[in-house]
């Protein structure tokens, strides 16, 4: 994570010092860079200066950062930020904190930007009280966004998640049926139901969240009940590609639509595009890496050779870069020796296979 920590004041300045340090040398947070900025009064060598109006320059920082501490009187904070804010999935977290450090308030995105956890943070190593207001996390219970974020989801509809939120807050049971393992501690009215219990359980609760990487799900049983329910999309399917030179994004782009759509798999769980190294500078794969908002991972070729015997192999494939197999290999890697969902495909001069990441542990 990137923080920007937001200064007027020698003093303000000086407490953001002190949590600059204590951050960098905190293990237990992630955070890659703390920038401090402050006035051109007392800037320095640590520091950078605030230039041109204050909302201005809010705005050009906004989206630059991942969390955002302001350490000054929150009515300015509101002010500055009012114009920039887009949607809880966008948004940075911002905190603000009395130059005093006796307080640390989560203002924005307390959950999806981690506002929540970085106040508690701050607070922690500055000795300070944290401020946290979400209705789920002052009831000690879990909202949908934070649980889609532990487990590195997708929320599919923001409203259903609004709704599905509310019943938990107001201590409505709610039901999970999940196709990934959950590894959260649960509040005791989010109830997990197995494919042999749902029956049971439905008729105890008042919404459902599944947790699926499929396009479109059928639960009869939540139709006859009609409840409110909302999907969550695990980031677990791997894309692994190889394709002849200069091959168009747009042609690896409907290939890889036409695979998913006929696996109803949904494209917002594509975690990671995989190919060959030899083709790491293919303009195609990145645009379609861009396209599907995911990540690209390159597989040296001697990775492959090691594992190529468990995949069937082209010998013109192999004299021409060394390795006789390249999309099932590389997805096969990239899932972490995951489960395959479609094997070769060839289409129109790619190859592509599709593969659901194994999760250890």
Same mark, same amino acid.
């Given at each position: 994570?990137?923080?920007?920590?937001?200064?007027?004041?020698?003093?303000?300045?000086?407490?953001?010092?002190?949590?600059?340090?204590?951050?960098?040398?905190?293990?237990?947070?992630?955070?890659?860079?703390?920038?401090?900025?402050?006035?051109?009064?007392?800037?320095?060598? !640590?520091?950078?200066?605030?230039?041109?109006?204050?909302?201005?320059?809010?705005?050009?920082?906004?989206?630059?950062?991942?969390?955002?501490?302001?350490?000054?009187?929150?009515?300015?904070?509101?002010?500055?930020?009012?114009?920039?804010?887009?949607?809880?999935?966008?948004?940075?977290?911002? /905190?603000?904190?009395?130059?005093?450090?006796?307080?640390?308030?989560?203002?924005?995105?307390?959950?999806?930007?981690?506002?929540?956890?970085?106040?508690?943070?701050?607070?922690? /190593?500055?000795?300070?009280?944290?401020?946290?207001?979400?209705?789920?996390?002052?009831?000690?219970?879990?909202?949908?966004?934070?649980?889609?974020?532990?487990?590195?989801?997708?929320?599919?509809?923001?409203?259903?998640?609004?709704?599905?939120?509310?019943?938990?807050?107001?201590?409505?049971?709610?039901?999970?049926?999940?196709?990934?393992?959950?590894?959260?501690?649960?509040?005791?009215?989010?109830?997990?139901?197995?494919?042999?219990?749902?029956?049971?359980?439905?008729? !105890?609760? =008042?919404?459902?969240?599944?947790?699926?990487?499929?396009?479109?799900?059928?639960?009869?049983?939540?139709?006859?009940?009609?409840?409110?329910?909302?999907?969550?999309?695990?980031?677990?399917?791997?894309?692994?590609?190889?394709?002849?030179?200069?091959?168009?994004?747009?042609?690896?782009?409907?290939?890889?639509?036409?695979?998913?759509?006929?696996?109803?798999?949904?494209?917002?769980?594509?975690?990671?595009?995989?190919?060959?190294?030899?083709?790491? =500078?293919?303009?195609?794969?990145?645009?379609?890496?861009?396209?599907?908002?995911?990540?690209?991972?390159?597989?040296?070729?001697?990775?492959?050779?090691?594992?190529?015997?468990?995949?069937?192999?082209?010998?013109?494939?192999?004299?021409?870069?060394?390795?006789?197999?390249?999309?099932?290999?590389?997805?096969?890697?990239?899932?972490?020796?995951?489960?395959?969902?479609?094997?070769?495909?060839?289409?129109?001069?790619?190859?592509?296979?599709?593969?659901?990441?194994?999760?250890?542990?």
């Amino acid at each position: 994570m990137k923080w920007a920590i937001v200064t007027l004041t020698k003093g303000a300045l000086n407490q953001g010092k002190i949590i600059q340090k204590k951050i960098k040398n905190e293990n237990q947070v992630q955070v890659e860079e703390v920038h401090i900025y402050t006035s051109t009064k007392w800037e320095g060598n !640590d520091s950078y200066r605030i230039e041109g109006g204050f909302s201005d320059f809010v705005g050009r920082i906004f989206y630059k950062y991942d969390m955002i501490l302001f350490i000054m009187a929150s009515g300015i904070v509101v002010r500055s930020i009012s114009k920039y804010i887009q949607h809880k999935s966008k948004d940075p977290g911002i /905190l603000v904190m009395d130059e005093g450090a006796s307080f640390v308030i989560s203002l924005l995105s307390g959950h999806l930007g981690r506002a929540n956890e970085g106040a508690k943070i701050v607070a922690s /190593l500055i000795g300070a009280q944290s401020v946290i207001t979400t209705a789920s996390d002052v009831k000690g219970t879990m909202a949908v966004d934070t649980m889609a974020m532990k487990l590195n989801c997708e929320i599919e509809d923001f409203d259903d998640a609004k709704e599905i939120t509310s019943l938990i807050v107001n201590d409505e049971r709610v039901g999970i049926i999940s196709d990934i393992r959950i590894n959260l501690d649960l509040p005791q009215d989010i109830i997990e139901i197995s494919s042999e219990t749902k029956d049971r359980h439905l008729e !105890d609760i =008042n919404g459902m969240i599944y947790i699926t990487n499929k396009k479109s799900i059928e639960d009869k049983r939540v139709r006859t009940f009609n409840l409110p329910s909302v999907i969550l999309i695990p980031k677990n399917i791997i894309i692994g590609i190889g394709c002849r030179k200069n091959i168009p994004g747009k042609k690896i782009i409907e290939a890889i639509d036409e695979a998913l759509e006929k696996l109803n798999i949904n494209k917002g769980s594509i975690k990671t595009i995989s190919t060959v190294d030899i083709k790491k =500078n293919e303009s195609g794969i990145k645009e379609a890496s861009e396209h599907f908002d995911c990540g690209l991972e390159i597989i040296d070729r001697q990775e492959i050779s090691m594992i190529e015997d468990k995949f069937k192999t082209s010998e013109f494939v192999k004299k021409t870069i060394g390795v006789g197999a390249v999309c099932e290999p590389c997805g096969y890697i990239s899932s972490n020796a995951g489960k395959c969902l479609l094997r070769k495909t060839a289409v129109d001069g790619i190859t592509l296979s599709i593969w659901e990441e194994k999760i250890n542990g």
